[in-house]
């Protein structure tokens, strides 16, 4: 019985396990796709506000100051300044419609507005024709971007030693530190490139080059990609300084833009007009970019797993001071972000969140439907004890009523056919009064039986019974008239097995005692020497020991008084103590 329920309660248990798993997996599939894409979308719009922030900023300009506003490091509001706080992995760039050069980027470049005049004079001529220049009175204003890597390789190791030796010790004394200034430069394209540099001992008060104190003079070699690059130098009237971050390289790189141009150039297809567009590369394909990044509006493209970049641009435009021309530009804009790494602490808290509470859930449901599958289990074990041990207890009667039966009908001893009936009649009795406590017994066992309960006197109601007894010497001791709530029709029916068990059993039948208290009822009788197991099986129906088979009896009285104890919830039990068996149920 133990091994089956202990099996049957195995199965149950990995069944609603396994339902529970595969039912919190589908719950938590749903979340993370929702929660995936709900990030995606937040990151896009976070993106978005990011990129019109920055237009903001870049077109929030003084109309007469805008190349120094926006590009030279000695205003209020920097370029460095405006995009410090910017994530690694987004990057801006401002290109000149005209001649595409660069303005200024965002990565390992310092955009800069350097001031000087040209060395070769006849260079004037074609000046606004192909560089990025406002010429002001008798000086010019170059801008573009100094890139770091071309930067370094166009000085020796040397060099570039000296040059960060001077600039980490920065303080000269005095009030007085160095600084890097680009004293010749071309401009190649979209770039800046600086040809000669010095470090110069200067301090607050110092306004012009001239007020500078020459320390080093360094000539560096940059290559150059125009072979039409235009070669300036600094004036006295100017400082054409390279900040210091630059040269330790503490600018972030990003490679946003560089991913997001290889992207489209690796993945684009020609569609029936014979337009080159990009492939698979814009979410839920709301938009279609061509190979040269012209689009409609922003871009998402998937660039690696879970791993997206947003792309814009803007175009802008500025009439620069002392000048009727306006200088117009774009804006390309990108930031790479990965939806999986953003949405984590999420997707790990409601993977937690949703395993625990299925888990309890689970817990709960094994526990509640193994207690009513183990109730189901009981009683249909109890059932098939009762009916095999009914049927065996039936057999014999039947043979001896079939015996004096077939005796009556062939005349078989005739002077004996009053003993015959009798005999017949007596088992006859015996079976109907098996089959009535074999119905009871059946009805308690029942899910549907109700109880009757009402309140009445367990102290008269017993002292009834014990009149049926008055034969035997039965104590009856007492606290009172005690009262209690119980279906009285059943409880007679407890009281009577109990009392006539004793008298059955008992080896003193002058020993009985029946007690009553305000909380327990009981009935001890001396008896033979019981053990733990043989008292734990006397509650089992059909349950006696060989020597008592002469006592007259079926053994279900014990087994209905645990049964209807268990309806009433009643504590019940038995004990065994110096020869004296006492049972007993708690009220």
């Known amino acids: 019985m133990k091994k089956k329920l202990s099996k049957q309660k195995r199965r149950l248990f990995i069944s609603i396990a396994a339902s529970m798993l595969v039912l919190s997996i589908?719950?938590?599939?749903?979340?993370?796709?929702?929660?995936?894409?709900?990030?995606?979308?937040?990151?896009?719009?976070?993106s978005a506000s990011s990129f019109h922030q920055a237009t903001i900023n870049m077109q929030n300009y003084d109309n007469g100051n805008w190349g120094n506003y926006l590009l030279n490091r000695k205003y209020d509001k920097t370029y460095k300044e405006i995009y410090d706080d910017y994530d690694a992995d987004e990057q801006i760039k401002i290109i000149d419609n005209e001649t595409g050069a660069i303005l200024c980027q965002t990565g390992n470049a310092i955009s800069v507005a350097f001031q000087g005049d040209l060395i070769n004079e006849d260079d004037k001529k074609t000046e606004d024709e192909d560089s990025i220049v406002i010429i002001e009175n008798d000086y010019i204003t170059g801008f573009g971007c100094v890139e770091f890597e071309r930067f370094r390789k166009s000085m020796t190791d040397t060099q570039y030693s000296e040059i960060t030796e001077y600039l980490t010790k920065k303080n000269a004394g005095n009030g007085e530190y160095y600084e890097l200034l680009c004293t010749e430069y071309y401009i190649d394209k979209s770039y800046l490139q600086p040809k000669s540099v010095e470090i110069v001992q200067t301090s607050e008060d110092n306004d012009w080059y001239a007020q500078d104190k020459v320390i080093k003079h360094y000539e560096l070699k940059p290559t150059l990609t125009d072979e039409k690059a235009k070669l300036y130098h600094q004036t006295e009237m100017h400082r054409n300084v390279i900040d210091d971050n630059f040269v330790f390289e503490k600018y972030r790189a990003s490679t946003a833009l560089?991913?997001?141009?290889?992207?489209?150039?690796?993945?684009?297809?020609?569609?029936?007009?014979?337009?080159?567009?990009?492939?698979?590369?814009?979410v839920n394909n709301t938009y279609e970019v061509n190979m040269y990044g012209e689009y409609e509006a922003h871009t998402i493209v998937n660039v690696a797993p879970f791993t997206y970049i947003y792309s814009n641009w803007e175009q802008m435009s500025v009439k620069p001071y002392n000048s009727e021309e306006t200088i117009s530009f774009s804006c390309n804009y990108a930031r790479k972000f990965n939806v999986l790494e953003s949405c984590s602490d999420k997707l790990i808290f409601m993977?937690?969140?949703?395993?625990?509470?299925?888990?309890?859930?689970?817990?709960?449901?094994?526990?509640?439907?193994?207690?009513?599958?183990?109730?189901?289990?009981?009683?249909?074990?109890?059932?098939?004890?009762?009916?095999?041990?009914?049927?065996?207890?039936?057999?014999?009667?039947?043979?001896?009523?079939?015996?004096?039966?077939?005796?009556?009908?062939?005349?078989?001893?005739?002077?004996?056919?009053?003993?015959?009936?009798?005999?017949?009649?007596?088992?006859?009795?015996?079976?109907?009064?098996?089959?009535?406590?074999?119905?009871?017994?059946?009805?308690?066992?029942?899910?549907?039986?109700?109880?009757?309960?009402?309140?009445?006197?367990?102290?008269?109601?017993?002292?009834?019974?014990?009149?049926s007894y008055m034969i035997y010497d039965i104590k009856l001791e007492s606290d009172g008239d005690v009262i209690i709530k119980a279906d009285k029709k059943l409880m007679k029916s407890v009281i009577e097995n109990l009392v006539d068990n004793a008298v059955k059993y008992s080896t003193?039948?002058?020993?009985?005692?029946?007690?009553?208290?305000?909380?327990?009822?009981?009935?001890?009788?001396?008896?033979?020497?019981?053990?733990?197991?043989?008292?734990k099986d006397m509650w089992q129906p059909y349950h006696r020991k060989a020597e008592h088979n002469n006592i007259e009896g079926h053994g279900l009285g014990l087994s209905m008084v645990k049964n209807i104890l268990d309806l009433h919830r009643f504590k019940s039990g038995a004990k065994y103590m110096d020869g004296t068996i006492t049972f007993y149920f708690d009220y």
């Open 351 to 467: 993977l937690v969140f949703i395993l625990v509470v299925f888990l309890i859930t689970g817990v709960i449901i094994g526990a509640v439907t193994w207690q009513t599958l183990k109730k189901q289990i009981e009683q249909e074990n109890r059932l098939r004890t009762v009916t095999n041990a009914m049927a065996h207890e039936l057999k014999t009667p039947l043979f001896i009523i079939s015996g004096y039966s077939e005796n009556l009908e062939e005349n078989i001893n005739t002077d004996k056919r009053a003993h015959y009936c009798e005999v017949i009649n007596e088992q006859t009795r015996s079976m109907n009064m098996l089959v009535s406590k074999m119905l009871d017994y059946s009805k308690l066992d029942s899910a549907s039986f109700n109880l009757n309960i009402q309140k009445f006197s367990l102290t008269q109601l017993t002292r009834k019974i014990l009149e």
């Open 258 to 282: 560089d991913e997001y141009s290889e992207y489209i150039n690796k993945n684009y297809y020609t569609d029936e007009n014979g337009i080159q567009l990009l492939k698979d590369a814009v």
């Open 26 to 46: 589908i719950v938590y599939a749903v979340f993370a796709v929702t929660t995936y894409y709900s990030e995606l979308d937040l990151l896009t719009s976070n």
């Open 508 to 535: 003193d039948i002058n020993e009985i005692c029946v007690k009553i208290t305000d909380k327990s009822f009981s009935v001890s009788n001396p008896c033979e020497e019981l053990t733990k197991d043989e008292i």
